[in-house]
């Protein structure tokens, strides 16, 4: 059986606590800039494009993405969180990145609106490889008027995407007993880059089983121009799971960010091949890595 990590991005993760169930749920997968780089062993951790220079001093980006999951033991002791995500220094039980680049020909704004249209990001599909099989990854989703998932209301607008903001939305997934709120907030935004980061502010259940609790979910997306028409890509999310969760999820990991990625930058989600066809070991193909 066939396993891609496609490892470009790099990511961190520190185990706090055991959980054990079945696959995770969606997650907000933060992007930015594809860089292609050395070997993924080459790294002490996940090295994101925090600044907004990076770009002029790494090699072009790539499509299809790259992508890699980080586990605790993955991550030198040496390591510290890229500057402009500092909550992954936080204790998580995987670290996912992905780096990839699109064509585009409008502006940061227009990628903001883009990412603030939430009810688009309904019916958003992946490779199940639970199930082996493209299946829909997000059942629901609608922009908020606060952190009650009830007050639905119609998508954010430019206007209110500000950065310091703190915006609310709520997704349920294809795995999901119910809806979960998110607070997103615009990092960075200037005409040739975007930077937004997201969380869980409320638990994420199948039955009567709590897989993530509130903050066990967090990403940052981080778009950059690279010319007229080509923007790059890196996301990087960090999930904490709860012992609901009983075996790797890797695969499914690398999947969903893939979903994310493709839904942003204009791709059909079902578009062959996926990042990961079967669930397998952790220890995944090397591949290149980002660097700053």
């Known amino acids: 059986m066939k396993n891609t990590d496609h490892r470009s ?7 706090s606590r055991t959980r054990r169930f079945g696959p995770p749920l969606v997650m907000f997968v933060f992007s930015a800039a594809l860089f292609s780089a050395p070997a993924a062993d080459a790294a002490d951790g996940p090295i994101a494009p925090c600044a907004p220079d990076a770009v002029s001093s790494i090699p072009a980006f790539g499509d299809p993405p790259n992508a890699r999951n980080w586990h ?12 402009c995500m500092t909550w992954a220094a936080q204790p998580f039980t995987v670290l996912t990145a992905l780096a990839g680049s699109f064509k585009f020909d409008g502006t940061a ?23 082996g099989r493209w299946d829909i990854l ?14 639905r209301r119609a998508d954010f607008t430019l ?12 997704q349920q997934d294809n795995r999901s007993s119910g809806a979960v709120v998110y607070r997103m907030s615009v990092d960075a935004i200037r005409p040739d880059r975007l930077v937004i980061t997201a969380e869980n502010i409320s638990p994420v259940s199948v039955f009567i089983f709590t897989i993530f609790d509130v903050g ?6 981080i778009f950059q121009r690279l010319s007229p028409t080509l923007w790059g890509y890196y996301s990087l999310s960090g999930a904490r799971e709860g012992a609901a969760l009983l075996i790797s999820h890797d695969g499914s990991y690398l999947n969903r960010a893939l979903a994310i ?29 980002i660097k700053q």
């Open 159 to 170: 206007s209110e995407l500000k950065p310091g903001a703190p915006l609310y939305f709520a």
């Open 9 to 15: 991005p790099n990511c961190f993760v520190k185990p």
């Open 109 to 131: 704004n227009d990628l903001l609106r883009r990412f603030g249209a939430i009810s688009a990001w309904r019916g958003i599909q992946y490779w199940s490889v639970t199930d």
């Open 261 to 289: 990625y493709r839904h942003l930058a204009g791709i059909p989600g079902n578009q062959e091949p996926p990042l990961a066809r079967y669930e397998s070991a952790r220890r995944m193909p090397k591949s290149p890595i």
């Open 138 to 151: 997000i059942a629901d989703a609608t922009a908020l008027d606060g952190t009650d998932p009830r007050s």
């Open 72 to 83: 605790p033991r993955d991550i030198a002791t040496t390591w510290s969180a890229p500057a």
């Open 216 to 221: 066990d979910l967090k990403s940052t997306y």
